[in-house]
Each structure stands twice: as structure tokens, then as C-alpha cells.
């Protein structure tokens, strides 16, 4: 039914948790990023911001040409309004779940991507210490936002688990690299520790989880050949229709 274009990061693990909660049948087509996959024309058809995850999906419910997706945040909304789980319509549920897949999306998730970028980037292209410590901080706050709401909460959006709580697990998992101790923040602690013990998570969080990108086995040149493949792009010429 799904193609899910994918990388190993966080972004793309949102997906195939939810893709394995709700049991749905999906084929993994492996995007690359360290080789440029993301940058083809194949599949700017499909994700216009060279960036995976991608999702198309075969059988979308109106009945007509297969629908395709970019951006980890519609595609969780997507799937679980397809599946009918994890998102529920009432309007107050909803928008609770709604607001804290948003701040994923436009918090959690990008500067937790920045701090991680500069905390390992080091001193290779000058001082990099105000941004190790502003993103650091930065991710630290947002541990602090969501340990007081899973101190007021179960769940990020509430009492049901949804997929404002799978959006956000992912990057958790990747605490220490940025700087962080999840066991300082007792109810984040209780929500992860939680969600761990979910089959689905581990099987959703174990996708190819052979592949990857290791950073020590590389050399200079490689690293200097990934970074210019992977940071400080510029807009592409414009593509004929």
C-alpha cells in the first residue's frame, strides 16, 4: 500500500513507528542521503524539499492516482486519519494532538537537529561555541516544556497515546549526542521508558537500523566531501515542467 522513502534518522523513524502500530503493510525504498538520493529528480517528484522522508501511498481512499507526501508531520497525520487510530476527530482531542505535533515539528525536531549538527562539526570551521551552548540550552528547554506536560499528562496530548507522543520520541533517543540526560527529567523519563516496552516502537525504531552513516570510519576527505553534499545548500536552478 505505502512506499516510505527513508533514511535512518529520527524523521523518518516517526513514520515507521507509526506504520507498525497501526500494523499497515509498507516497502522501504532506501533514499540515501550520504549519496545524494534525495537530490534526483525521481525523487524531487515527490519531495520537493530534497529532503526524506517520503510516503506515497497506492490505495489513497479516494480511489485515484497514488498520493505522495513530504514532511514527517502530514504524513503522521495522513496515516492515522487513513488507519483511523492515534488521532482522534473530536475537535478538542484533535487540536491537542494537533499543537504538540506542531511543536515537533517547528521545535523539538529542528533544533535538536541544529545542536546535533554543531556539536559535530567541533572546531573544523571556527568557533563553534555560542552555538554548541544555544542549542544545547535550547534542547534542554524543550525537555523542560515536555516534562511538565507529561507531569500534568499521561501522554503529550492527553490521556491516550497518539501520534503527538511517536512524533517525539525518536529525537529523544538521540539525547546524550545533544548534550542531554533524560534521567534528570523524571516524567519525560516515565513516558520514554514507556513507550520503549511498545513492540511497535522497537520494531519501528529497528528499521535498517544497519545502515547509517559512520562518522569515525570516514576520512577528512570524505567528511569534507559529506559536508559539502549535506550542509550550506543554495537554491537550485528552476526545473522545466
Same mark, same amino acid.
Given at each position: 500500500?505505502?512506499d516510505?522513502?527513508y533514511?535512518p534518522t529520527?524523521?523518518?523513524?516517526?513514520?515507521?513507528i507509526l506504520?507498525?502500530e497501526?500494523a499497515?503493510?509498507?516497502?522501504?525504498r532506501i533514499?540515501?542521503i550520504?549519496?545524494?538520493? @534525495?537530490?534526483t529528480?525521481?525523487f524531487? %517528484?515527490?519531495?520537493?524539499?530534497?529532503?526524506?522522508? %517520503?510516503?506515497?501511498?497506492?490505495?489513497?481512499?479516494d480511489?485515484g492516482?497514488?498520493?505522495?507526501?513530504?514532511?514527517?508531520?502530514?504524513?503522521m497525520?495522513?496515516i %492515522?486519519?487513513k488507519?483511523? @487510530?492515534?488521532?482522534p476527530?473530536d475537535t478538542r482531542?484533535?487540536?491537542?494532538v494537533?499543537?504538540w505535533?506542531?511543536w515537533q515539528?517547528?521545535? @523539538?525536531g529542528?533544533?535538536s537537529?541544529e545542536?546535533?549538527h554543531?556539536?559535530r562539526?567541533?572546531?573544523?570551521?571556527g568557533?563553534q561555541?555560542?552555538?554548541?551552548a544555544?542549542?544545547?540550552?535550547?534542547?534542554?528547554?524543550l525537555y523542560g516544556?515536555m516534562?511538565?506536560?507529561?507531569?500534568?499528562?499521561?501522554?503529550?496530548?492527553g490521556?491516550s497515546?497518539?501520534?503527538?507522543?511517536m512524533i517525539?520520541?525518536?529525537?529523544?533517543?538521540?539525547a546524550?549526542?545533544h548534550?542531554?540526560?533524560?534521567?534528570e527529567f523524571v516524567?519525560v523519563?516515565?513516558?520514554?521508558?514507556?513507550?520503549? *516496552?511498545r513492540? *511497535?516502537?522497537?520494531?519501528g525504531? *529497528?528499521?535498517?537500523?544497519?545502515?547509517g552513516?559512520n562518522l569515525? *570510519?570516514l576520512?577528512?576527505?570524505?567528511?569534507?566531501? /559529506?559536508?559539502?553534499l549535506?550542509?550550506? @545548500?543554495r537554491a537550485?536552478? /528552476?526545473?522545466?515542467?
Amino acid at each position: 500500500m505505502f512506499d516510505l522513502y527513508y533514511w535512518p534518522t529520527p524523521n523518518a523513524k516517526k513514520v515507521t513507528i507509526l506504520l507498525e502500530e497501526c500494523a499497515l503493510p509498507y516497502t522501504v525504498r532506501i533514499c540515501n542521503i550520504a549519496r545524494g538520493d @534525495q537530490f534526483t529528480d525521481e525523487f524531487l %517528484a515527490i519531495s520537493p524539499n530534497n529532503r526524506m522522508p %517520503a510516503l506515497v501511498d497506492h490505495e489513497p481512499a479516494d480511489g485515484g492516482a497514488p498520493l505522495s507526501l513530504f514532511e514527517s508531520g502530514a504524513m503522521m497525520m495522513y496515516i %492515522a486519519e487513513k488507519c483511523g @487510530q492515534f488521532w482522534p476527530q473530536d475537535t478538542r482531542t484533535k487540536y491537542a494532538v494537533t499543537q504538540w505535533l506542531i511543536w515537533q515539528m517547528a521545535n @523539538q525536531g529542528p533544533k535538536s537537529g541544529e545542536c546535533g549538527h554543531f556539536r559535530r562539526l567541533g572546531d573544523s570551521r571556527g568557533d563553534q561555541s555560542y552555538a554548541v551552548a544555544r542549542f544545547t540550552d535550547e534542547v534542554n528547554r524543550l525537555y523542560g516544556v515536555m516534562n511538565q506536560r507529561l507531569y500534568e499528562s499521561p501522554y503529550l496530548a492527553g490521556d491516550s497515546y497518539t501520534i503527538a507522543d511517536m512524533i517525539a520520541y525518536p529525537w529523544c533517543a538521540l539525547a546524550e549526542s545533544h548534550g542531554q540526560d533524560i534521567a534528570e527529567f523524571v516524567h519525560v523519563k516515565r513516558w520514554w521508558d514507556e513507550l520503549s *516496552a511498545r513492540p *511497535a516502537v522497537t520494531r519501528g525504531m *529497528a528499521v535498517h537500523s544497519d545502515l547509517g552513516i559512520n562518522l569515525d *570510519a570516514l576520512s577528512e576527505e570524505e567528511k569534507a566531501s /559529506l559536508r559539502k553534499l549535506l550542509y550550506n @545548500q543554495r537554491a537550485r536552478p /528552476l526545473r522545466e515542467r
